[in-house]
């Protein structure tokens, strides 16, 4: 199944104060994360643009809103890393969730959420490990660790991982859902499937 961008106006606006404080939370942790143990710095680990993100999110759920899906909105992040942009995803009134499969990021993003005082969920394991069966385990877990859906995704991918991300979400269950993709600098994508 195909994907094709939805155009979602770019916006340079300050985000607001409890979003900023968010972000401000997770570069003090960040920070002293990186101090009290340098030695298990987490390799390759890149963030995203937040204020880019946070615009992107506010758009993709005024799109989903204007298309019926109603206010009580599901996101999922995969490869959550810090959990910023879940926890900003709460903040705009989603449902949130990430999946991040290192566990000492997964300890981050829900300190983080904690101190930002932010209702997210965050899943140690990974997006590409699909799960054998449906079982009470795994019953009320995103897709695709389980068979909850998730109105917008959320993914940093890796060059090399761009093609198996976007195979992933068109072969989801989500048929109106959106796969926003933050690309570096100052590049996203919102993308949807086309319904045949």
Known sequence: MDLIDVDIPVCWDTPP??????????ERLHGKMQSDEPQKRIPLLVNSNYYIAYHALQHARALCVDRGLGSELSFCEWGSGLGVVTCIASQLGYQASGIEIEPSLCRF????????????EFIQSSYRELPERCDEETLNQ??????RTSDVVYAYPWPAEEAYITTLFAQSPMSQALLVTYHGGTTLRVRERVLQ
């Open 17 to 26: 104060a409890e979003i900023l404080r968010t972000i401000e939370i997770a």
């Open 109 to 120: 993003a829900r300190t983080l959420a904690s101190e930002a005082n932010v209702t997210a």
């Open 142 to 147: 995103p897709y695709p660790m389980g068979p």
